[in-house]
């Protein structure tokens, strides 16, 4: 297939050389965002290339984004992946998608429908840390979440992932067939753990019977995802469209560095995804926290401390000094120490491949796109590393330092008096909190004290209130560059 939308493409675009005929869904993903587009969607695309698998992927949305359903079914479900190096760009036609359905437009039966088919293997997912639709502070199922209360009471009618997926499951039990392996592509620590939790307690909550059957017969293997990519944007899509030769409204630009490292445990087979780069292993946990402390706690530090600065994306805050040399040293002074890593690992270089990575000028990684959920983020990117430091006695200062921004930034006001467009689960709560207190010290010990973010260990040790404090009033008195380049 030589076009999308039925344009020709400009030379150089690099397109499906497999045979997309042959392929058959026997993966169903929920959540056909950016990140999945240029990571699980192109792994599969790049091992149809290399060997006769016929895996193919049907593509689900469940909130939103219908349009983008719409758009991929019109164009033969290809869609383009802009791989943008600092110096050059190659433009890939993914064809590994064989179906696109949304509840609107195909209605809920048809999606359980299509999850319930014999051959469907895999049902994978990248829905957000809220998602899963638990409590933070526990790991354990929201029973107060909307969602999860109206999927309780009309179980054949989900609106959740966790809601589909164990109907979905149930139909294949009543119907005598063997049960799909669930997926997480989530930044969630031990994120197929999470699944499983969320989706047994679910479950136990219409059937105990149900519930230990699936405990007994799914996986929920645990992954690691690495690739920075930003969310797609007006600029994005027509840079992309000049390299095609066509409009692609599915089109999605990202980095060349890619990583996925995946727990070996598939009850219904899998695909040869190491053969695209992928690596399997025993178990994912120590590369998990190596990127959820250092890439994504760093992350979380620059987009909080860069947006309070001034900075609109990532690269931006790269070109300052002090925000460099700080996010190095956030990484190999805060997060790396905490980290218990397999022998041969080398962290100071990952973290230098790290800073190459933030730096890189030809991607638009927006600081208000990371600064997203914290609520949800900070628990796993920050919680873990400073519990190491406060038991061991050492220095936390940039973890505290990012925790204060985050405070600072969820006021909703910047600080040229603008104001901030937070998005956030929690965030009419903690706009609460910083509106009763005002810009004043006062509101560090408050937003600490909420244990869906912070447990009480974390959130009343009086060194984590003194060293947020401190960073917080630094923020108030010097601005966020001033208290960044202290560090």
């Not at 790991?139 to 809601?163: E, F, I, R």
């Not at 974390?458 to 108030?476: C, E, F, H, K, T």
Request: hydrophobic share 40%; net charge negative.
């Amino acid at each position: 297939m030589k076009t999308i939308a039925n344009t020709p493409l400009n030379s150089g675009i690099l397109l499906p050389e497999y045979d997309r005929s042959r392929l058959v869904t026997r993966i169903v993903h929920l959540g056909f965002g950016a990140f999945h587009r240029a990571h699980q969607g192109l792994f599969t695309h790049e091992m149809l290339a290399k060997t006769d698998s016929d895996w193919g992927i049907c593509e689900v949305n469940l909130f939103g984004g219908e349009s983008l359903i719409q758009s991929l079914c019109k164009q033969d479900h290809l869609y383009s992946v802009a791989e943008k190096g600092a110096e050059s760009t190659e433009v890939k036609v993914i064809g590994s998608v064989t179906e696109a359905m949304h509840p609107a437009k195909n209605g809920i039966q048809a999606i359980l429908e299509k999850m319930a088919e014999p051959q469907v293997a895999i049902v994978s997912m990248t829905i957000t840390e809220k998602g899963y639709c638990t409590d933070p502070a526990t790991g354990k199922l929201d029973k107060n979440n909307p969602l999860v209360q109206q999927d309780l009471l009309t179980p054949q009618h989900p609106k959740s992932a966790l809601g589909y997926i164990v109907q979905a499951l149930k139909l294949r039990r009543e119907r005598g067939l063997p049960p799909f392996t669930v997926m997480s592509c989530d930044n969630v620590q031990e994120n197929g753990h999470v699944a499983k939790a969320a989706i047994l307690e679910f479950a136990q909550s219409l059937d105990a019977e149900f519930r230990d059957w699936i405990e007994t017969h799914v996986t929920f293997p645990c992954t690691m995802v690495d690739r920075i990519v930003p969310a797609a944007t007006p600029e994005t899509l027509s840079d992309i469209a000049t390299l095609l030769g066509c409009d692609d409204p599915c089109a999605i630009a990202c980095e060349p560095f890619r990583q996925w490292v995946i727990e070996d445990n598939f009850v219904a087979g899998r695909p040869d995804w190491n053969v695209a780069g992928a690596e399997f292993v025993a178990d994912v946990v120590p590369y998990e926290e190596m990127k959820l402390r250092m890439l994504n706690g760093s992350h979380s530090f620059l987009a909080y401390l860069g947006y309070l600065g001034g900075y609109d994306h990532i690269s931006d805050t790269m070109t300052d000094a002090g925000y460099r040399k700080a996010a190095f040293d956030m990484m190999m002074k805060a997060q790396a120490p905490s980290l218990t890593m397999p022998a041969g690992t080398d962290l100071q270089a990952y973290a230098m491949l790290l800073i190459e990575r933030f730096t890189n000028p030809s991607l638009k990684h927006r600081t208000w796109q990371i600064a997203m959920d914290g609520s949800q983020k900070i628990p796993q990117r920050m919680g873990g590393s400073l519990k190491y430091h406060l038991a061991n006695g050492t220095d936390f200062s940039w973890i505290t330092t990012a925790i204060a921004g985050w405070m600072r930034y969820v006021s909703g006001i910047d600080e040229a008096g603008n104001e901030i467009d937070v998005r956030d689960p929690m965030a009419e709560q903690l706009r609460r909190i910083c509106d009763q207190h005002g810009f004043h010290v006062s509101v560090v010990p408050a937003l600490l004290g909420i244990e869906a973010i912070f447990p009480r260990e974390l959130g009343q040790n009086p060194q984590v209130i003194d060293a947020v404090s401190r960073a917080y009033q630094s923020l108030l008195d010097n601005g966020a560059r001033a208290t960044v380049a202290a560090l």
